[in-house]
């Protein structure tokens, strides 16, 4: 049985009440059936946009061009899309002309996977014209409709199937498979953040070794993806960040490249940058050496770059592993912000503002190599110590 949240069955009941047909539809659906537990609904619907705004009293206008308008149910926004066709893709992603229809049949078929093709609602319980549910009982991804047209007219829908076939651990039905690996050049007309979005989700997945055949066949050579990595590495790390970060390690050309091409965010940027400088470096042997790398790094990319050393090379990092944890419980200092001083007390004591920027780099290395004399007094006797 399909359990529905009792907002998302308010706008349900609320359009078919109002006589028209409306299902919540796609990936909620899958999951439902899988016996996972859905975190988004969408719903269709014969109603068009307007209808969809007169019927609820809050509601944003986010897709309307395509029939789609939000409805905030409670404090839930569910996205209300009514039944369409497309055609016409002269850029491989976006349909030319849409056209509203009546039938959800002729909905459901325009979309990517027979998985993805299923629509349910309380009233009319499963609709499934495509073999949905018998594919999902036998774990295969497979188009509906014709292969070759699915993927030419929207070649996100590539990656997807292997982003799909790696989450949900599926197969893909031979000539879905054969049809995605043929259009794979039609991917470089994909916005760089699409692309990012489905290889970021797909790098956890219990079947990401699938990526092996879309490298092999140079569908992603166009972001210097080109070397197949071993998956076995990147299945042992279930953050999606460092997952991410070690496929892009073991298989890109250019990390920089791949990671400008990709448009991810800055925050992503500097973590991989940076986890793939410090990947390079010898392993700290002191506190005092891992201080110092925490000065340029922050604790969580010194951890993963712990964690992937020991994956990657054997090497034992459990001293390493120590240090660090015993700096952050501790709170050891070691940035000049640490320090039980500043530059207003050292102005006080007489100091010039160009001694005080010394000063404090000073006392700074000072602390990292002892951490208990990072209070005031024995801070001051220091600088007495070294201005004698």
């Known amino acids: 049985m399909i359990k529905i949240p009792p907002e998302i069955e308010y706008v349900l009941d609320t359009l078919n009440n109002s006589g028209f047909e409306a299902y919540i539809v796609g990936g909620c659906v899958r999951d439902s059936l899988m016996g996972i537990v859905p975190h988004d609904f969408d719903i269709t619907t014969s109603a068009h946009p307007e209808n969809v705004q007169d019927l609820f009293e809050k509601t944003v206008p986010t897709g309307i061009k395509h029939g789609t308008v939000t409805v905030v149910s409670g404090k839930t926004p ?5 039944f369409r066709t497309e055609s016409g893709y002269k850029d491989s992603r976006h349909p030319d002309n849409i056209h509203f229809v009546s039938s959800i049949k002729e909905d459901l078929s325009r979309r990517d996977f027979t998985v993805n093709a299923i629509a349910y609602n309380s009233q009319k319980g499963i609709i499934d014209y495509f073999g949905g549910q018998a594919d999902i009982q036998n774990s ?3 188009t509906v409709g014709i292969p070759q047209e699915r993927f030419s007219e929207d070649a996100l829908r590539i990656l997807r199937l292997f982003r799909f076939a790696s989450t949900l651990n599926f197969s893909c039905e031979e000539n879905t498979f054969k049809a995605a690996l043929k259009c794979a050049p039609a991917l470089e007309k994909i916005s760089g953040e699409r692309i990012f979005s489905e290889l970021y989700k797909a790098v ?4 990401f070794q699938i990526f092996t055949h879309l490298i092999q066949n140079g569908g992603l050579k166009f972001i210097k993806i080109c070397k197949v990595p071993d998956f076995s590495v990147i299945k042992s790390l279930t953050s999606e960040k460092i997952a991410f970060f070690t496929f892009l390690y073991l298989s ?23 986890l793939n400088i410090l990947i390079k470096k010898d392993l700290p042997q002191s506190k005092s050496e891992t201080k110092l790398l925490l000065c340029d790094y922050s604790t969580e990319t010194l951890f993963d770059c712990f964690l992937l050393k020991s994956i990657l090379t054997g090497t034992d990092i459990s001293v390493q592993k120590k240090m660090l944890e015993d700096i952050v419980e501790y709170r050891e200092p070691y940035l000049i912000s640490h320090l039980d001083i500043d530059g207003e007390i050292i102005k006080k004591m007489g100091y010039d503002s160009i001694k005080i920027g010394k000063i404090l780099k000073h006392l700074q290395t000072v602390v990292i190599e002892h951490p208990e004399k990072n209070s005031r007094e024995l801070l001051k006797d220091e600088i007495l110590k070294i201005s004698q």
């Open 78 to 82: 569910v996205e209300v899309t009514t």
């Open 140 to 142: 295969v991804l497979r």
């Open 204 to 207: 956890t997945g219990d079947n």
């Open 252 to 274: 890109s050309e250019d990390i920089y490249e791949t990671l400008e091409t990709l448009k991810v965010s800055n925050k992503l940027k500097h973590y991989c940058a940076d």
